[in-house]
């Protein structure tokens, strides 16, 4: 199968926010696992100072990351990952979205997160200690149409604390980098 690029998310403003976070974050050494890496570009940059694994739900997404060089799963979230990672990275699918807005296409996988914009990040959230090593960081860009409080809420409730990392002003919205630890 060859990949379709308008199938795969482009890098946008939250692409470039997270990897300027992450470059900030990663350490040489790291274990480093990016779910959800849409082209593949921040696996790629971050492969050239840590050991990185990348996961994508979509076929095209999983080829356009491959084509880079990135060490990467088609899996749904953490599904086939064994190990554990220093760094987890997501880039979720964070816009509400109404059922009658839903497009049914595999560029959707990247944009839509349910009704309130956190369905997959309540999965993530509930999953991510699987696969997080003991001392682990993890970053994730949600945006002010996400809810803060809820995501930081969210992430407490399952054992982790949550702050902002870095944050930028785009349009409508507020894109925030949110760099989460298990709870001390």
Known sequence: MSHDLS????????TYLLLEAAGKEVRPGDRVLEIGTGSGLISCKLALVSDVVATDINPHAALSAHSLGVEVVQSDLFAGIRGTFDLVLFNPPYLPTQPEERIDDWLEFALD????GRAVIERFAADVGMVLALKGRILLLIS???GLAEVTDLFSRNGYVAEVAIEQVIEDEVLYVLRIIRVP
Do not use: I, M, N
């Open 7 to 14: 199938q795969v998310y482009q890098p946008e403003a939250d």
């Open 144 to 146: 002010s149409l996400t």
């Open 113 to 116: 997160g349910g009704k309130s």
